[in-house]
Nanobody, 115 residues
Framework: QVQLVESGGGLVQAGGSLRLSCAAS????????IGWYRQAPGKQRELVVG???????NYADSVLGRFTISRDNAKNTIYLEMNSLKPEDTAVYYC?????????WGQGTQVTVSS
């Protein structure tokens, strides 16, 4: 059974930084693509950044240059380093992946950026 568990969210002032983690079990992340997504109140869930099994990264324009995705294969964990945070980055952040025809999501972690 694939499970994804996010952590690292919190409250931060504009301009600050946070590092999110997504630990996976039941799947080897190095053999599968995975992404960070976010959903703000009243908005649809959107892709923040994805990383393919070969390491190719695809960032949303809104976070390019500020956010960085990385993967630790030994820990089967991905990270999202978020710098220069803005109030509009406030959302619940999820990691998600597709595997054998099904989409798996973590429970999400709240990120709140105050102005």
């Amino acid at each position: 059974q694939v499970q994804l568990v996010e952590s690292g969210g919190g409250l931060v002032q504009a301009g600050g930084s946070l590092r999110l983690s997504c630990a996976a079990s039941g799947i080897i992340l190095s053999g599968n693509g995975i992404g960070w997504y976010r959903q703000a109140p009243g908005k649809q869930r959107e892709l923040v950044v994805g990383i393919t099994r070969t390491g190719t990264r695809n960032y949303a324009d809104s976070v390019l240059g500020r956010f960085t995705i990385s993967r630790d294969n030994a820990k089967n964990t991905i990270y999202l380093e978020m710098n220069s945070l803005k109030p509009e980055d406030t959302a619940v952040y999820y990691c998600g992946l597709d595997f054998v025809g099904r989409t798996y999501w973590g429970q999400g972690t709240q990120v709140t950026v105050s102005s």
